[in-house]
């Protein structure tokens, strides 16, 4: 593309749209593709557990490996350039969100709920997959949870922002393989600055981490 098919702002606006829409068209999935791709990503999450727990002797191990490496080919005959797009309509339930995306087998997945008014919450448990110290949930794996739960609540606001800052206090140790529970509000707004505060406790209601995270809108 020249600079000269570009000088003109209304082509280059035209130009922007239908390379929008093209990016959107190759990153939206079919719903009967979204459907069985949540299927899969489920059998993904329960084989990458099976894998941090699995005993089974080395050849069972190199055998099964192999079948693996074979259904990734199959995977990757047809392969887009980026993730799907999933309704980024302010609740956060991207689809390929590696906190709440069904179709993202790293993601637990944590279903996050927008409040009204600026808040969130989420109910989830963690696996041993997320383990960081021996029995607890991996600090960094709290630390993401709680960014995207600071961020829905930010967006249910009419706030959203990129994170700015995002402050954590590591209370207790969190363990994994029981029901937490999240929570999110706004605490504040100031410009294209919203801060929020939140925190996840565990079964008995004690606060194992809080955070509190700055949103800024970009300018651009
Ligand atoms: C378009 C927004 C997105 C909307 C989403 C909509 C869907 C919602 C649905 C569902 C929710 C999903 C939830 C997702 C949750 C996960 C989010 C992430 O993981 S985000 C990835 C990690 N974060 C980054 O990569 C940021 C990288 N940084 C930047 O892009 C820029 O630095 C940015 C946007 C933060 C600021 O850039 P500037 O150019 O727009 O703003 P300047 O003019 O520099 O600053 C504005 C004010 O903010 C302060 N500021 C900016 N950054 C700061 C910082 N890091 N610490 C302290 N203050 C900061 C500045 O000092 C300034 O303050 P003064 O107006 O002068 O008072």
Do not use: C
């Not at 997945?109 to 997959?129: C, K, S």
């Not at 600055?193 to 004690?206: C, E, F, L, N």
């Amino acid at each position: 593309m020249s600079e000269a098919g570009t000088a003109d702002p209304t082509r280059r606006n035209r130009i922007h749209e239908v390379w929008d829409r093209r990016i959107l068209a190759e990153r939206t999935l079919a719903d009967d593709q979204v459907a069985a791709l949540a299927d899969l990503a489920g059998r993904v999450r329960a084989l990458t557990d099976a894998v941090v727990h699995t005993r089974v002797p080395a050849d069972e191990i190199a055998a099964v490996s192999a079948e693996v490496a074979a259904l990734t080919d199959r995977l990757s005959a047809v392969r887009g350039e980026a993730p799907p797009i999933g309704s980024h309509d302010g609740t956060g339930r991207a689809l390929a969100s590696p906190v709440s995306g069904p179709l993202n087998p790293i993601a637990p997945p944590v279903d996050i709920e927008p409040l009204p008014g600026g808040g969130a919450r989420a109910a989830f448990t963690l696996g041993g997959v997320y383990e960081g110290p021996p029995t607890f949930v991996h600090g960094g794996v709290s630390a993401m949870i709680l960014d995207q739960l600071l961020g829905v609540a930010a967006a249910a606001n009419g706030t959203p922002g990129m994170t700015a800052t995002l402050d954590l206090r590591y209370r207790r140790p969190t363990p994994y393989g029981v029901r937490l529970t999240a929570e999110a509000r706004v605490a504040r707004v100031e410009g294209r600055k919203t801060w929020v505060d939140a925190s996840i406790a565990a079964p008995d209601g004690r606060t194992t981490v809080e955070a509190t995270a700055m949103f800024v809108m970009p300018a651009r």
